[in-house]
């Protein structure tokens, strides 16, 4: 039976990967922070095989005793402050944890594997959010990195610490850029679950309008069920090396509303929808398409949820909670 570790198992990506490593046969071990998680029965309810072990990624000795029980083949590094608005605000702690917890994580991975460093093999959750300023169009794994906001700067730097961990140690470590993926577990605080939560409202008469920033950014957007099993893939290959991740069509958010609000029988939204500078960010990333071909090529890996069906499952699961919270 191999054995996992992933950090971030309380987010988005942790639960789906957790559900698809259990579906194959791993323990699953999970990092997790704080002394009273509220998503712990989350974690608790959607996987209950995995084993819970408390620690944090900015405290390297967590990580170590973490490392030493779970012993784990494959370390998922999901853990991060991944809310790319909050990350102005919050510069000094983002850096800590999304730049220099990957840094921590690696290094430890690295001591606890010994004289074999490439016997537990090591994925780095890098993210679209650092192409940036884009340089090429679309983006591929070669793309000039430009990032734009302080999480997408502290990326960059895990990116590159997981790269020179692999080229000094020979660790068996990967980076998986991936493009925006979502589902209905994502964070209310994104966009795509921010409308869909606000459609289901409006068409249930229990809220009238959503305030937004800007509606003309563009991107990419996937299934997180689709996306975890590219982290996976890459953590199977003999040689490990970095892939985007992504679906290869770009969508604006005035797209995603006319989709979500339509699913709802309404196809006036503009009378619905305000704009708010709070929140329009000090910089924004315009358009994010990503390149998958090295990943479709190499891991055979394809997305298989297009954006109309992720946006409407997304739509369908916040009706029902919606119905069920009214209840
Ligand atoms: P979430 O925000 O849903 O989850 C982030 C996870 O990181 C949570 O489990 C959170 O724990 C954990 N975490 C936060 N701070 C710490 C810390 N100090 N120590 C240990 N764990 C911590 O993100 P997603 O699941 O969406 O994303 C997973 C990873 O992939 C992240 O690194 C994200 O930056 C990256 N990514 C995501 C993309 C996306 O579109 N979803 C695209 C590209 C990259 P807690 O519950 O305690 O807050
Ligand atoms: P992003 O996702 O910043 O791409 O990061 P988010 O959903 O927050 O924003 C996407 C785009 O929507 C615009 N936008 C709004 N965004 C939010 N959150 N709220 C609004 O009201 C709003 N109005 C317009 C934003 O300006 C932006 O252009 C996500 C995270 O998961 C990162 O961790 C990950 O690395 C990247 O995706 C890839």
Redesign the pocket.
């Known amino acids: 039976m191999k054995r996992a570790l992933i950090t971030g198992i309380t987010g988005q990506d942790g639960l789906y990967l957790g559900e698809l490593l259990i579906s194959k046969g791993y323990e699953v071990y999970g990092l997790v922070r704080g002394q009273n998680n509220p998503k712990l029965d989350v974690v608790r309810r959607v996987l209950p095989e995995a084993k819970l072990i408390f620690g944090d990624l900015t405290d390297p000795s967590s990580l170590t005793r973490t490392l030493n029980e779970a012993r784990p083949d494959e370390v998922y590094n999901l853990g991060?402050i991944?809310?790319?608005?909050y990350s102005w605000e919050n510069a000094g702690i983002t850096s800590d944890v999304t730049g220099k917890g990957a840094f921590n994580l690696l290094e430890a991975t690295r001591l606890y594997a010994g004289d074999n460093p490439a016997s537990v093999r090591f994925y780095q959750a890098s993210?679209?959010?650092m192409f940036g300023k884009v340089q090429e169009v679309p983006q591929r794994e070669s793309t000039l990195l430009w990032p734009r906001?302080p999480?997408g700067v502290a990326?960059v730097f895990a990116h590159y610490m997981t790269i020179n961990y692999r080229e000094s140690y020979g660790m068996h470590a990967s980076s998986g850029v991936?493009?925006?993926h979502e589902s209905p577990r994502r964070g209310p605080?994104?966009?795509?679950r921010?409308i869909t939560r606000a459609v289901a409202r409006i068409s249930l008469g229990l809220q009238e309008t959503v305030?937004?920033?800007?509606?003309d950014?563009s991107?990419d957007w996937g299934f997180a069920g689709d996306y975890v099993e590219a982290m996976w893939l890459m953590l199977q290959q003999d040689v490990a090396d970095d892939y985007v991740i992504a679906t290869g069509e770009t969508h604006t958010?005035r797209e995603l509303l006319d989709v979500a609000f339509a699913h709802v029988g309404i196809t006036d939204w503009q009378k619905y929808v305000t704009q708010?500078e709070r929140?329009?960010?000090p910089a924004?990333?315009?358009l994010?398409i990503g390149d998958p071909e090295k990943a479709r090529s190499a891991l055979g890996w394809t997305p298989r949820v297009d954006f109309k069906q992720l946006v409407e499952m997304m739509v369908d699961a916040d009706l029902d909670e919606q119905r069920s919270l009214a209840r």
Not at 82 to 85: E, G, K, L, R
């Open positions: 991060a991944s809310f790319v608005a993210s679209s959010e906001s999480y990326k991936l493009f925006n605080e994104f966009v795509t921010k305030a937004l920033g800007n509606l950014a991107r958010i708010d929140f329009m960010r924004e990333v315009d994010l």
